[in-house]
């Protein structure tokens, strides 16, 4: 009996224990939060959402802050993936457990300029007189709301083809002129799905959808993109639109497209493999992809329209927001931050580690960026195709709260057509849904 | 010979389901090269994939916090359960099936639907960063009072009498009587207990902040990366290495889960 007693209290003794050193626990997390400034630095916490090898750069980037500033010290929080981290950022609005500066993937842009958490970046660069207009134009075209900039790029990428240079030989093509036009592209893909399974593959995303139309100046939503006006009406059944469907429809039909899924990774095993030969993917990849293939890679231009010049893409990846959820003085330690990473030498050593764009064109006289490029040439593709970009409101990149959900319509749409739809029955429903998700 | 032959499809499933695992022990061991190319064993048995999985976040320090919150819980729910079970079941009382019933009925809610309204709580109680606010929301479980009344209804109500008639309180008969009877049905509990919340990644990963209070689940998710290819090979030793507690945890207490999941089973 008195066993069984003993047993009992040492459990809730445990229990007791357990609470107490959780809240011991609670007084050592809010010093190390944001609030408290220790020693003479001031301290801010930084909310990412980078991980795997982009983590890694990241920390050593905030490293390198920490021991150059005498005033501050940035804490990087990793909070798992875009929207994991933007669910808990709306959670802790308005309480001391906010953050100084949070990056945002560029889809949550026009929910973050509303959301009344954040101090447009503009009012910082006005303050301080930071001059903007050694950043790529093309970038901060999509991150300007009303000639104001919200907040500072940070990660950017595009989309870009990739393609096996091994299999183009064997099938004939030359391996240093890929197609460049959709009916190209289909003569292509049927020509190397001689050769191998499949000629061409793209991961069901909205995101490729997104750059295929910007890239043939077709708008994505009314008044200008969503730029000049809340947007009112999806634009994405457009005859652009349309020729974007029928071709990949064109192709699935004949046999010489696959349809691997909708993650990032779905095509890539295959493309490493060289079961497929060319497919689109971030060009956040290039080195990654060029390190797993057994075979020579080549990169080129997303296709564009038969008979159309291409119009470039629009800018993909995240940016970073200041947050007016922590006092000036911390907010004026945030900017500090982001001067420091706005700087050439950083974002060279950031692209060359990751394969993101520098967002500043000096970045590419670094020599640190200039060995990578080098070694890869493949990654120039990428950047000329950022520059050539024809800055426009096509090319400038839709705007409106609801794109994350757009994007899943998309999706939706592309997996039915591959199913079996009709293409224009597949878009037109699309773009009703779409339009319906704007009012 | 039919026995021979069940033991052949026994094995034959055991290995399908088992075939993930060990996939991913062996895709631990090659090198994201050979994982692409869609290769099941590796060439080289390498264990770098290891050293640099610990090297790149502190998993050891990770499954210490892991273990310590998985534990909390599972104490915590096998008194909370145990109580609440035993008053449902020998304390009658007025409405005590009609709050039984709502009480069961809260299992129809995702945990999903409550996590921000439980998350501000939390961050009102200060719990931010705490093994409080990782473990407390998960003490109360409908699905664990639910198993321990119908075991606890299995014990005969003479026991329950007789013990009455010798003088002996209800919260000794608790703790002599009800707790020690039910033994499977208590460890099928905890372990089913440590296994759910050992597996949690969003409650944590929302409550904590700081690396030292941060669990397995979001160091593994720390190594997938998004937009780049991961090293599948860095991420499969992380997910082995975290499978092992795990699965040590189901070898010794399978038994129990069996006795315990199907003794409140016959009377309802």
């Known amino acids: 009996m008195k066993k069984y007693w003993k047993s009992f209290i040492v459990l809730t003794a445990l229990v007791l224990v357990l609470a107490a050193c959780g809240g011991g626990n609670s007084n050592n997390g809010k010093s190390n939060g944001a609030n408290n400034s220790s020693g003479d630095k001031t301290e801010i916490d930084f909310w990412h959402a980078m991980s795997g090898d982009n983590g890694d750069a990241l920390e050593v980037i905030v490293d390198q802050f920490n021991e150059q500033s005498d005033s501050v010290h940035v804490n990087a929080i990793y909070q798992g993936s875009y929207d994991d981290s933007l669910t808990k950022l709306r959670a802790v609005g308005g309480s001391s457990e906010a953050p100084a500066i949070v990056q945002v993937f560029e889809i949550g842009t026009k929910y973050m300029s509303e959301s009344g958490f954040i101090t447009p970046m503009q009012e910082f660069i006005d303050e301080d007189d930071f001059d903007v207009s050694n950043l790529e134009e093309n970038i901060l075209n999509y991150y300007t709301i009303d000639d104001q900039l919200y907040s500072m790029p940070f990660n950017t990428s595009n989309a870009v083809m990739f393609y096996n240079k091994d299999l183009f030989e064997e099938a004939g093509l030359d391996p240093d002129n890929p197609p460049a036009t959709f009916s190209e592209m289909t003569e292509a893909a049927e020509k190397l799905s001689e050769v191998t399974d499949y000629g061409f593959t793209m991961a069901t995303i909205g995101w490729f959808v997104e750059q295929l139309l910007a890239n043939s100046n077709a708008l994505y939503l009314d008044n200008d993109n969503g730029r000049s006006g809340d947007a009112t009406e999806a634009l994405v059944n457009s005859e652009e639109g349309y020729a974007i469907f029928e071709w990949l429809d064109e192709m699935n039909k004949a046999g010489t497209f696959t349809n691997y899924g909708s993650a990032w990774d779905d095509p890539r095993g295959p493309f490493f493999a060289g079961q497929v030969a060319m497919y689109f993917d971030s060009t956040a990849n290039v080195s990654s992809v060029i390190d797993n293939s057994a075979h020579e890679v080549g990169t080129a231009f997303l296709p564009s329209i038969d008979g159309m010049d291409p119009n470039g893409l629009v800018v993909g990846g995240a940016s970073l927001w200041i947050t007016n959820q922590v006092d000036e003085e911390e907010q004026d330690a945030a900017w500090e931050f982001i001067k420091f990473v706005t700087q050439a030498d950083i974002q060279a050593e950031w692209a060359a580690s990751t394969g993101y764009f520098p967002i500043t064109p000096d970045a590419y006289d670094e020599p640190v960026l200039q060995e990578v490029y080098e070694e890869f040439p493949q990654f120039l593709t990428a950047v000329d195709q950022l520059e050539e970009t024809t800055p426009n409101e096509a090319s400038n990149g839709a705007l409106t709260e609801v794109l994350p959900e757009a994007r899943k319509i998309i999706e939706t749409a592309l997996g039915e057509m591959y199913e079996g739809k009709d293409p224009k029955e597949a878009l037109d429903e699309a773009a009703e849904k779409i339009t319906d998700a704007l009012k | ?268």
């Open chain 2, 1 to 268: 010979m039919r026995k021979v032959i069940t033991y052949i499809l026994l094995i034959l499933s055991a290995l399908v389901l088992f075939f993930p695992i060990l996939y991913a022990l062996s895709a631990s061991f090659m090198q994201p090269q050979e994982i692409y190319a869609g290769k099941f064993l590796p060439e080289d048995v390498s264990l770098d994939a290891y050293k640099t999985a610990f090297e790149r976040i502190p998993l050891l320090h990770y499954l210490n916090v892991s273990f310590w919150m998985s534990f909390f819980v599972m104490i915590g729910q096998l008194i909370v359960c145990s109580l609440a079970a035993y008053a449902f079941v020998f304390i009658p009382f007025k409405g005590r099936n009609v709050i039984f019933f709502s009480f069961l009925a809260t299992m129809l809610i995702p945990w999903e639907a409550t996590i921000i309204p439980n998350y501000l709580t939390v961050l009102n109680l200060g719990w931010v960063d705490t093994y409080m606010g990782l473990t407390f929301p998960f003490f109360a479980l409908p699905f664990g009072v639910f198993l321990l009344r119908q075991h606890f209804m299995t014990i005969p109500a003479s026991i329950w009498e007789s013990a009455q008639m010798d003088g002996c309180s209800r919260f000794r008969f608790y703790l002599q009587f009800a707790l020690p009877l039910s033994k499977s049905s208590l460890s099928a509990l905890a372990i089913y207990g440590f296994l759910t919340t050992w597996n949690k990644y969003l409650w944590p990963l929302l409550v904590t902040n700081d690396d030292t209070v941060r669990t397995v689940q979001i160091g593994l998710k720390m190594l997938i990366a998004n937009e780049s290819s991961s090293s599948w090979n860095l991420v499969m030793a992380a997910v082995i290495t975290i499978l092992i507690p795990t699965l040590l945890l189901l070898f010794v207490g399978m038994k129990y889960i069996k006795e315990g999941l199907t003794a409140g089973a016959v009377k309802g």
